[in-house]
């Protein structure tokens, strides 16, 4: 890529930040605007409608950027929890790591690659030369100057472990202060019980009721069984789209009666009024949830699983670290999700379904990524315009124009990637869905690995070898050449990634501000359709979908540090606005569904790790390529010492976010024993994790309550 074309990216991608930011500023102070930019503050009540005009609200400021500032990190964890807390500490860790790489590399390393003499480079037509003379390219072979790279490399690598270890301590601690802090809640006294085994002329629940009375009878307390409730659930879905489709209806004029058939598809049959018919399929389908409900509650199939709550956490987790039978796979313990969390479709599914569904998810994933290669592909083509004139002759002509072979070469490419990459993180989530998982934090966790390991093939491994030599497979039948062939292909793919941090990167993250989506679809809701303005859901950050892009990020910036370190000024930009704009979306926009108690930052460890085994691999391949053998020998033991690194945070500080300590639950129930609202707290923790499907249901066939749902769940 020439550096003109890099600039037309830089160019057209700051037009565009500074044009979401612009348009943000000014509809976010418009009225009709605060359920797209201000849905929290509406639900918290501390924000309401306001028709008065105002000529300041037409113009574009920069208060709330200073808003966004201002809370401490003790107000974002009181108000969106602590894994908000983690995605802000990623910002906050990335912007740490490459501020330092940011001063070694533009200052040093850069200016190095820049006097080099590899490549040919003429000066007086700069604008027209390859991205490439900015990298380690440029720099002579046997160079002693590369021992400056090398350098930066050890440096690099024991900053990163520092801080690494630093944000380890500081979240674990964070973690312990923020459940010490907490209230009691159902799931920390709670686990879920499978692979109960079942006995002649007993019934499942019998067969629990006796096993924690015998073997815990101090601290059992009590269980509520896990049915089969997919019908009703079917039913209740059913019943709420009817319920939509009439609380439209009866929105409408009522002059204007529509009428339909009772017959088969509307088409025969006698003609009734619509909205007479669908009240009365309405109430026939409550009155058939009502009596599934009843059915199950008492004759229905019971499953081997069963939520045990027990009087103190204490207990729960001595239950929960101890094998129960002689059997390991029966009476199998897990700590159980909040009772909001629970994903109940999962419990609908036979062992056989999910041992399945588990082969078909990895068959899913496989297949893919082999689709994805096509746009990869493509893209590499775009980048590359002989190759692109060969395939596509008559594009010829307009190749020639400067400004056109610009966008293509430098915006197209990462722009179509991106577009492609919109369809992943639903993709997986819903894959993730099928494996099994009892809870949605935990879908969202299994889905941002899902995310994050595609991304990293799809986009880093797979443009690297489609846009290189290494298009054949001869880099797998001789993994002793690996870390050489790395070495000459991911440099070479530097100004492409370059592109994709400014165009995914800047881009992604001002239209994160923006919510062009949501903005489009709450204009259709409120001038294209009947439904009340009152009704409005408080979204959820999508924590799989945005870690798993900012951990790529930061893959990018590890491994092109040393490689091409122009890519590390484009990625401060990149973190600066997003710890911004998320601060901003966590306390305006998103509203948290679930907590996992900062379960996401073993995730951002990882992947970390791997980024910088990934740079020590690349540095021992360049080394050799570029005729320094002793420095090349010299980066062997950095990916050792790495992974020993890594083996102490694992044992140092992953037992804490697998499980609390003891030390941690005694001291919790002794403070809960003089609180005397802990025996309310235990007489609805029986009661907590009921199926949702089996309580009580609300009739809504009123015109007057179509803002309440058809079915309202009471909490318990």
């Given at each position: 890529?020439?550096?003109?074309?890099?600039?037309?990216?830089v160019?057209?991608?700051?037009?565009?930040?500074?044009?979401?930011?612009?348009?943000?500023?000014?509809?976010r102070?418009q009225?009709?605007?605060?359920?797209?930019?201000?849905?929290?503050?509406?639900?918290e009540?501390?924000?309401?409608?306001?028709?008065h005009f105002?000529?300041?609200?037409?113009l574009?400021?920069?208060?709330?950027?200073?808003?966004?500032?201002?809370p401490?990190?003790?107000?974002l964890?009181?108000?969106?929890?602590?894994?908000?807390?983690?995605?802000?500490?990623?910002?906050?860790?990335s912007?740490?790591?490459?501020?330092?790489?940011?001063?070694?590399?533009?200052?040093?390393?850069?200016?190095?690659?820049?006097?080099g003499?590899?490549?040919?480079?003429?000066?007086?037509?700069?604008?027209n030369?390859?991205?490439?003379?900015?990298?380690?390219?440029?720099?002579d072979?046997?160079?002693?100057?590369?021992w400056?790279h090398?350098?930066?490399?050890?440096?690099?690598?024991?900053?990163?472990?520092?801080?690494?270890?630093?944000e380890?301590?500081?979240i674990?601690?964070?973690?312990?202060?923020?459940?010490?802090?907490s209230k009691?809640?159902?799931?920390?006294f709670?686990?879920?019980?499978?692979g109960?085994?079942?006995?002649?002329?007993k019934?499942?629940?019998?067969?629990?009721?006796?096993?924690?009375?015998?073997?815990?009878?101090?601290?059992?307390?009590?269980?509520?069984?896990?049915?089969?409730?997919?019908?009703?659930?079917?039913?209740?879905?059913d019943?709420?789209?009817?319920y939509?489709r009439l609380?439209?209806?009866?929105?409408?004029?009522?002059?204007?009666?529509?009428?339909?058939?009772?017959?088969?598809l509307?088409?025969?049959g006698?003609?009734?009024?619509?909205?007479?018919?669908?009240?009365?399929?309405?109430?026939?389908?409550?009155?058939?949830?009502?009596?599934?409900?009843?059915?199950?509650?008492?004759t229905?199939?019971?499953?081997?699983?069963?939520?045990?709550?027990?009087?103190?956490?204490?207990?729960?987790a001595?239950?929960?670290?101890i094998?129960?039978?002689?059997?390991?796979?029966?009476?199998?313990m897990?700590?159980?999700?909040?009772?909001?969390?629970?994903y109940?479709?999962?419990?609908?599914?036979?062992?056989?379904?999910?041992?399945?569904?588990?082969?078909?998810?990895?068959?899913?994933?496989?297949?893919?990524?082999?689709?994805?290669?096509?746009?990869?592909?493509?893209?590499?083509?775009?980048?590359?315009?002989?190759?692109?004139?060969?395939?596509?002759?008559?594009?010829?002509?307009?190749?020639?124009?400067?400004?056109?072979?610009?966008?293509?070469?430098?915006?197209?490419?990462?722009?179509i990637?991106?577009?492609?990459?919109?369809?992943?993180p639903?993709?997986?989530?819903?894959?993730?869905?099928?494996?099994?998982?009892?809870?949605n934090?935990r879908?969202?966790?299994?889905?941002?690995?899902?995310?994050?390991?595609?991304?990293?093939?799809?986009?880093?491994?797979?443009?690297?070898?489609s846009?290189?030599?290494?298009?054949?497979?001869?880099?797998?039948?001789?993994?002793?050449?690996?870390p050489?062939?790395?070495?000459?292909?991911?440099?070479?793919?530097?100004?492409?990634?370059?592109?994709?941090?400014?165009?995914?990167?800047?881009?992604?993250?001002?239209s994160e501000?923006f919510?062009?989506?949501p903005?489009?679809?709450?204009?259709?809701?409120?001038?294209?359709?009947c439904?009340?303005?009152?009704?409005f859901?408080?979204?959820?950050?999508?924590?799989?979908?945005?870690?798993a892009?900012?951990?790529f990020?930061?893959?990018?910036?590890?491994?092109?540090?040393f490689?091409?370190?122009?890519?590390?000024?484009?990625?401060?930009?990149?973190?600066?606005?997003?710890?911004?704009?998320?601060?901003n979306?966590?306390?305006?926009?998103?509203?948290?569904?679930?907590e996992?108690?900062?379960?996401?930052?073993?995730?951002?460890?990882?992947?970390?790790?791997?980024s910088?085994?990934?740079?020590?691999?690349?540095?021992?391949?360049?080394f050799?390529?570029?005729?320094?053998?002793?420095?090349?020998?010299?980066?062997?033991?950095l990916?050792?010492?790495?992974?020993l690194?890594?083996?102490?945070c694992?044992?140092?500080f992953?037992?804490?976010?697998?499980?609390?300590?003891?030390?941690?639950?005694?001291?919790?129930?002794?403070?809960?024993?003089?609180?005397?609202?802990?025996?309310?707290?235990?007489?609805?923790?029986?009661?907590?994790?009921?199926?949702?499907?089996?309580l009580?249901?609300?009739?809504?066939?009123?015109?007057e309550?179509?803002?309440?749902?058809?079915?309202?769940?009471?909490?318990?």
């Amino acid at each position: 890529m020439l550096v003109s074309a890099l600039l037309t990216s830089v160019g057209i991608n700051l037009g565009i930040c500074i044009l979401f930011f612009t348009l943000y500023s000014i509809l976010r102070k418009q009225p009709g605007n605060i359920h797209v930019y201000a849905p929290r503050l509406i639900a918290e009540g501390k924000s309401v409608l306001s028709d008065h005009f105002n000529i300041e609200s037409l113009l574009p400021s920069a208060g709330w950027v200073q808003r966004a500032w201002q809370p401490s990190e003790e107000d974002l964890l009181s108000t969106s929890g602590l894994d908000a807390v983690v995605l802000i500490r990623v910002f906050i860790f990335s912007l740490r790591v490459f501020s330092f790489a940011g001063i070694i590399g533009i200052f040093i390393l850069l200016p190095v690659n820049y006097s080099g003499s590899q490549l040919s480079i003429d000066f007086s037509d700069l604008p027209n030369e390859s991205v490439d003379i900015f990298s380690i390219s440029n720099v002579d072979n046997g160079s002693k100057r590369l021992w400056i790279h090398f350098c930066a490399v050890y440096v690099f690598t024991g900053v990163v472990c520092f801080l690494l270890y630093y944000e380890y301590k500081h979240i674990s601690s964070k973690r312990i202060t923020y459940f010490y802090a907490s209230k009691p809640q159902p799931h920390q006294f709670t686990l879920l019980v499978s692979g109960i085994p079942s006995s002649a002329g007993k019934s499942f629940n019998d067969s629990v009721e006796s096993f924690f009375t015998e073997f815990h009878p101090i601290t059992y307390l009590s269980h509520i069984m896990v049915r089969r409730t997919n019908k009703i659930r079917n039913l209740i879905r059913d019943g709420n789209r009817l319920y939509k489709r009439l609380v439209n209806l009866k929105s409408k004029d009522p002059a204007h009666k529509k009428y339909t058939r009772d017959g088969f598809l509307g088409l025969f049959g006698r003609k009734v009024d619509l909205v007479d018919h669908h009240e009365k399929k309405l109430e026939d389908l409550e009155d058939n949830v009502r009596m599934e409900q009843l059915s199950v509650s008492l004759t229905g199939e019971e499953l081997p699983a069963a939520f045990v709550s027990f009087k103190s956490r204490y207990g729960a987790a001595v239950a929960l670290h101890i094998q129960q039978s002689t059997n390991p796979t029966e009476w199998v313990m897990e700590q159980a999700p909040e009772p909001h969390d629970v994903y109940w479709p999962f419990f609908s599914a036979s062992f056989m379904q999910r041992w399945v569904f588990k082969l078909v998810v990895f068959v899913a994933c496989f297949i893919l990524t082999l689709l994805f290669l096509i746009p990869v592909v493509f893209v590499q083509g775009l980048t590359n315009l002989q190759q692109l004139e060969t395939y596509m002759p008559f594009l010829k002509g307009i190749l020639t124009i400067t400004f056109v072979s610009e966008i293509i070469t430098g915006y197209l490419p990462s722009l179509i990637l991106q577009l492609f990459l919109k369809v992943v993180p639903p993709i997986m989530k819903i894959l993730s869905s099928m494996q099994g998982h009892i809870s949605n934090s935990r879908i969202l966790m299994s889905a941002c690995k899902k995310v994050l390991w595609f991304t990293i093939w799809n986009i880093f491994f797979a443009n690297v070898l489609s846009g290189s030599a290494l298009s054949q497979f001869s880099i797998i039948l001789d993994p002793k050449t690996i870390p050489e062939k790395l070495a000459v292909a991911v440099p070479a793919q530097a100004s492409f990634f370059i592109a994709y941090v400014v165009t995914s990167g800047w881009s992604g993250i001002s239209s994160e501000l923006f919510r062009m989506i949501p903005l489009i679809c709450d204009f259709i809701r409120r001038h294209c359709s009947c439904s009340s303005d009152d009704e409005f859901v408080v979204p959820s950050i999508p924590y799989h979908s945005e870690i798993a892009k900012i951990l790529f990020f930061g893959l990018l910036g590890i491994t092109y540090f040393f490689l091409a370190p122009l890519i590390l000024p484009f990625l401060l930009v990149y973190y600066c606005l997003g710890y911004i704009i998320y601060r901003n979306q966590f306390l305006n926009v998103y509203e948290p569904k679930f907590e996992t108690g900062g379960k996401f930052w073993p995730i951002v460890h990882t992947s970390t790790i791997f980024s910088l085994i990934l740079m020590h691999i690349l540095a021992v391949g360049l080394f050799a390529l570029k005729e320094l053998p002793l420095a090349s020998s010299l980066c062997i033991p950095l990916p050792i010492v790495t992974l020993l690194f890594n083996d102490y945070c694992r044992k140092r500080f992953l037992p804490i976010f697998a499980a609390y300590p003891a030390e941690c639950l005694i001291k919790k129930d002794r403070e809960d024993q003089n609180d005397a609202a802990m025996t309310e707290f235990l007489d609805k923790l029986v009661t907590a994790y009921l199926d949702p499907s089996l309580l009580p249901m609300q009739n809504s066939s009123d015109v007057e309550g179509y803002h309440s749902p058809l079915l309202h769940s009471r909490d318990v």
